[in-house]
């Protein structure tokens, strides 16, 4: 099967850790880089997290650290959600896996340049080394697949009423990736609520009994508590699965192509996502908006990916 080649830029994060273990066991993904983004927590957590992970599960990718903050505000992170150090209370063992020495707008721009075919761009945290990226380096554009972004929501948001978490931390990167051209399918919370895993699916996954199982079910777990609290369920979403699954087998999603845009303005809207599902506006359609998903079959890979770890 040809493979995938991919750079996945994320904030690890609960979620971005199983999005990042579905990635590792399928290897029909060409990894060539991951991008650390600020946004669950700090930088330096982002980074640790994503290095620990690699060096004990895919020790040959490379990482990047990225940027520090959003392009204009304060950064905004959600430790009530990811814990602390970013991975709920999954303490994983010590590596020797080092960082580049270039940052993660220059190993973007460096992997892209010398890159002989198209590489798609998966991103699961705010779009901050991505915007910082397309405005250095407008000419590389043209090197890039595709981008599988998670974020948005036309369903109200889970920051403020209407702005999802992804968008909300740095709206204006997020605004310059709308607007870039590039092709993008979008996993918004319309579709990532859907893709939700139960409390029983998780025991499953942690009687597997691997270093892997027991991370995904530390880290989904710290999640599930969140989710159990604060809304009363016994499942919790898995957001930064879905553009890893979406690569794996998209026809376990549905979608419709949209114009999507950011609020920047808004009193109470800042950072909403639109999504002209219904074509009001009469804009061109830039992104192919996900919206349903086959849970039971996405439940299913990710059970069979930590497996394979
Ligand atoms: C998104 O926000 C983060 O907290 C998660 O990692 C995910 O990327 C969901 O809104
Ligand atoms: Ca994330």
Redesign the pocket.
């Known amino acids: 099967m040809k493979k995938i080649p991919v750079i996945i830029d994320c904030?690890p994060?609960?979620?971005?850790t199983i999005a990042l273990l579905l990635a590792f066991a399928n290897k029909v993904l060409d990894i060539k880089g991951i991008t650390v983004s600020a946004?669950?927590v700090h930088i330096n957590n982002t980074t640790e997290n994503t290095r620990r992970l690699v060096g004990n599960f895919s020790s040959e990718i490379n990482i990047a650290r990225g940027c520090e903050k959003p392009l204009f505000k304060t950064i905004v992170t959600?430790p009530e959600?990811?814990g602390e150090s970013g991975i709920g209370n999954v303490t994983l063992p010590e590596t020797k896996k080092e960082i580049e020495k270039l940052n993660a707008v220059e190993y973007l721009a460096k992997t892209l340049k010398e890159a002989t075919e198209k590489i798609t761009i998966v991103i699961?945290?705010p779009m901050t080394n991505i915007a910082v990226f397309l405005m250095t380096y407008p000419e590389l554009k043209e090197k890039i697949e595709k981008f599988v972004i998670?974020?948005g929501s036309s369903i109200g948001g889970?920051?403020t009423p209407t702005a999802?978490?992804?968008i909300y931390v740095d709206a204006e990167a997020a605004d310059i990736v709308f607007k870039s051209g590039v092709e993008i399918i979008l996993c918004p919370?319309d579709v990532?609520m859907k893709a939700f895993i139960k409390d029983d699916e998780l025991l499953k996954i942690k009687s597997i009994g691997s270093l892997a199982s027991e991370v995904a079910f530390g880290a989904i777990d710290h999640a599930l508590s969140f989710y159990k609290q604060t809304y009363g369920r016994d499942s919790v979403?898995m957001?930064?699965p879905c553009t890893i699954a979406y690569l794996l087998n998209p026809n376990i999603f549905e979608g419709k192509k949209a114009f999507v845009a950011t609020e920047l303005r808004g009193e109470f809207t800042y950072g909403e996502t639109i999504i002209d599902y219904n074509d009001k506006l009469k804009r061109t359609k830039n992104v192919l908006v996900l919206n349903n998903i086959n849970r039971e079959a996405f439940v299913e890979m990710l059970y069979d990916s930590i497996k394979k770890i």
């Open positions: 904030d994060g609960c979620d971005d946004g669950n959600a959600v990811h699961t945290g998670m974020g889970n920051v999802e978490f992804n919370l990532t979403p957001h930064d």
